[in-house]
């Protein structure tokens, strides 16, 4: 009994190590030099020292922001000096990465998983673009991760050990970003396949997530629903290329095997493109026969959220999706990245050795240029200064060109 609790002890550790040195890698200026990111100070701090509690029920970009609006509270809350505030907020964030990690190897744990720190930390592995790490404005990718994890690892049996949190964080996490509509086809059909043998009970914490689904969606649909339906605005000086769909995959493909690096010969644009279709279809094939391996009668959960997720991206950015590359602009990706990575896990778990791991993951450094950047310096804590001292209002923040008004009558400290 001590050894098996030695044993958890330790991969909690590990799990540990591998998220913060990780993160440290990938973005080492949000410990050494924290600053806040666009939404993180335009929405959840400048709306929650304007609007306070009110600012929970604010949609912003379609959706509820609960998870965020919630951190933003309680470091409102906790009256931190606002010299202080991006720690605050990059901690946060690394807080709730770690807490994820820790639910997908309780996951892992039940379903026998023999790699279950691989599955646990997947997510901070995977070789896209460093948007969504360390930054509190983005916790909804992190959390649809709790989601689509929950529902693939959901059974029959009810755990009355703390079922009723556990419904308030899916809750949490459904109104939280916009996945758990897009996940609504797929939480009717595991409670149309479950309906005979769950009880009402265990099918609760499915209309949970249905719920937060359906507030979500029409949030989306009629509250504000030019923030889904206008994104491909941005890519409006573009010309829409021949075979997008097409181009989408194997454009990415040649950017992640380095086609467009300089580390390989330069290839004609069509030979990039041969190339990389024929390695699209080795790795389609190669799916396959993994994803007939799994003996876990919910694989299908994966498969799905990773379709859902990454249509809706297609769907948004139709006919232009194949502008959007995954070490560019990470969000789109991430989750159908993730999911095809349990997939090939749960296939391979027997067979996979720490060479393989090794490889992998030099594989992933060698996109440094990509997967760890660093924001410009703001002078964050010399502005903060000025605003004390009644010099200053207004705080600029990154991306260039973004700004922060903070309240006037707030009393200075």
């Known amino acids: 009994m001590v050894k098996k609790y030695n044993k958890k002890y330790l991969d909690v550790v590990i799990i540990f190590l591998v998220i913060f040195l990780t993160l440290l890698y990938r973005r080492y200026d949000a410990f050494t030099n924290p600053q806040l990111w666009?939404?993180?100070?335009?929405?959840?701090?400048?709306?929650?020292?304007?609007?306070?509690?009110?600012?929970?029920?604010i949609i912003y970009s379609g959706y509820f922001l609960v998870v965020q609006r919630i951190i933003g509270a309680v470091i409102g809350l906790l009256s931190i000096n606002y010299l202080y505030i991006p720690i605050a907020y990059n901690l946060s964030a690394f807080i709730v990465t770690f807490l994820v990690a820790i639910g997908l190897w309780n996951s892992a744990l039940r379903l026998n998983v023999k790699h279950r720190i691989l599955y646990a930390t997947l997510f901070v592995l995977i070789p896209v673009g460093n948007e969504l790490y360390m930054d509190e404005a983005s916790l909804q990718w992190i959390t649809a991760i709790y989601l689509i994890n929950y529902m693939f690892a959901w059974n029959n049996k009810i755990n009355e050990k703390h079922y009723l949190l556990n419904l308030l964080l899916l809750f949490i996490c459904a109104t939280s970003g916009p996945y758990s509509a897009v996940l609504l086809p797929l939480t009717l059909l595991m409670v149309f396949l479950n309906r005979k043998e769950a009880?009402?009970?265990?099918?609760?914490?499915?209309?949970?997530?249905?719920?937060?689904?359906?507030i979500q969606a029409i949030c989306i649909k009629f509250i504000q629903p030019a923030a889904?339906?206008?994104?491909?605005?941005g890519l409006n000086g573009f010309e829409k290329e021949h075979f997008h769909l097409l181009k989408l995959f194997t454009k990415n493909i040649s950017e992640m095997l380095y086609f467009n690096s300089g580390v390989l010969p330069q290839m004609p644009d069509r030979l990039k493109t041969i190339f990389s279709l024929l390695i699209?279809?080795?790795?389609?094939?190669?799916?396959?026969?993994?994803?007939?391996k799994i003996e876990n009668k919910r694989k299908y959960v994966l498969l799905l959220s990773a379709a859902l997720c990454?249509?809706?991206?297609?769907?948004?950015?139709?006919?232009?999706?194949?502008?959007?590359?995954s070490l560019e602009i990470a969000r789109y990706y991430f989750l159908p990245y993730i999911c095809l990575g349990w997939l090939l896990i749960l296939?391979?778990?027997?067979?996979?050795?720490?060479?393989?791991?090794?490889?992998?993951?030099c594989f992933m450094l060698l996109h440094s240029h990509f997967i760890r950047?660093?924001?410009?310096?703001?002078n964050w804590k010399g502005q903060i200064k000025e605003y004390y001292e009644g010099k200053r209002d207004t705080i600029k923040i990154n991306p260039d060109g973004?700004?922060?008004?903070?309240p006037p009558n707030k009393e200075r400290k």
């Open 38 to 57: 666009a939404e993180n100070g335009t929405i959840i701090f400048k709306e929650w020292e304007t609007y306070h509690f009110n600012s929970i029920l």
């Open 199 to 214: 009880t009402i009970k265990r099918l609760i914490p499915l209309f949970v997530i249905f719920l937060g689904g359906i």
């Open 228 to 233: 889904f339906t206008g994104r491909s605005a």
């Open 280 to 292: 699209l279809i080795g790795f389609v094939l190669f799916f396959i026969i993994s994803y007939r």
């Open 310 to 325: 990454f249509g809706s991206f297609i769907i948004a950015y139709w006919p232009k999706e194949s502008y959007i590359l």
């Open 347 to 361: 296939a391979w778990d027997e067979k996979i050795k720490i060479i393989y791991i090794a490889l992998y993951m």
């Open 373 to 378: 950047t660093a924001l410009p310096d703001k």
């Open 402 to 406: 973004w700004e922060i008004l903070l």
